[in-house]
């Protein structure tokens, strides 16, 4: 019954992340200092709870480039995510992000040797190539590039830190107690790359706003930066929390596709997103190949 809790919650925090970047998008909040405070109070959070945790910690030197690896493709996932969901909506955005599960997959049955149970993993890949075909796919002749870069681009990011985190796992981490020191790593340098974006944001930023506007525009920013790194860290953490007791057979596939179906039922019901049949048929085969993917992990 506990696990079972603790998987709702995990699932909730989830919907939490995609629902601010949504709205994010629609309050008109700069994205790169939205992101920028995310993860100065994600980084915080997490400082926060290895300060107050028994277990002692310690920052080892071999962490710093895989973390700054990761980070750097942190930030560039949540500004590719946020302007997917601002251009083909938070459903099917989210559908792809996860979806890239395949990428790592993939990487662990050619490259680490990950060959069990090799038949379903090569049904669910063919079946989330196929979703994605489905999701994707339009005939009209106006349709917009960003259509399908971005989502493309979700796609590929996602997956590399799906993978960047395993090969960090498998090779940097050494026990369980230090998940939490890398994860702390990779908030930190998050917050130094985000910073770097607002910079250049801000470099080539000519429009002109009255200070009423900024005044408004800042607070804005900062309550939903606040509450999407509040979600960040706490999905971080149900994610440590979830996989060590029971398993990513068991969680992946279970967060993954809850994600997936709650989040495009949001983007119907709550922000009127439009689906066509085919693009649900999209979302269910993602379900399904996501499903199928992350049960033999």
């Known amino acids: 019954m506990q696990n079972f809790i603790y998987l709702i919650i995990h699932i909730l925090f989830a919907l939490g992340m995609f629902i601010s970047l949504k709205l994010i998008n629609i309050k008109g909040v700069n994205i790169y200092k939205a992101i920028t405070i995310n993860y100065a109070v994600a980084a915080f959070l997490n400082y926060a709870n290895l300060s107050f945790s028994q277990?002692?910690?310690?920052?080892?030197?071999?962490?710093l480039l895989p973390s700054a690896g990761v980070a750097f493709l942190f930030v560039v996932s949540f500004i590719l995510m946020s302007y997917s969901t601002q251009k083909v909506g938070i459903g099917l955005t989210t559908a792809l992000n996860k979806m890239s599960v395949l990428i790592p997959v993939t990487?662990?049955?050619?490259y680490l040797g990950q060959d069990n149970q090799l038949p379903i993993k090569l049904t669910g890949i063919a079946i989330?190539?196929?979703?994605?075909?489905?999701?994707?796919?339009?005939?009209?002749?106006?349709?917009?590039?960003?259509?399908v870069i971005l989502p493309l681009m979700v796609f590929i990011v996602s997956g590399m830190i799906d993978t960047s985190m395993e090969l960090s796992h498998n090779y940097v981490i050494r026990d369980i107690h230090e998940n939490e020191v890398f994860l702390l790593s990779v908030f930190s340098f998050s917050v130094l790359f985000s910073l770097m974006a607002v910079l250049v944001d801000s470099y080539g930023a000519k429009r002109k706003r009255s200070n009423i506007e900024n005044k408004n525009i800042l607070s804005r920013t900062i309550w939903l930066g606040s509450m999407l790194g509040v979600f960040n860290f706490l999905t971080s953490k149900m994610i440590l929390i979830n996989v060590g007791s029971m398993g990513g057979s068991v969680v992946y596939p279970i967060h993954n596709a809850s994600v997936v179906t709650f989040t495009a039922l949001i983007g119907l019901f709550f922000f009127k997103e439009k689906f066509t049949a085919r693009q649900w048929a999209g979302v269910i085969l993602a379900v399904l190949g996501v499903s199928m993917i992350a049960s033999t992990l």
Do not use: H
């Open 55 to 63: 277990e002692p910690w310690l920052y080892r030197i071999e962490m």
């Open 107 to 110: 990487v662990g049955i050619l």
């Open 128 to 147: 989330a190539l196929a979703s994605f075909v489905l999701i994707l796919y339009k005939k009209s002749k106006n349709r917009s590039k960003g259509a």
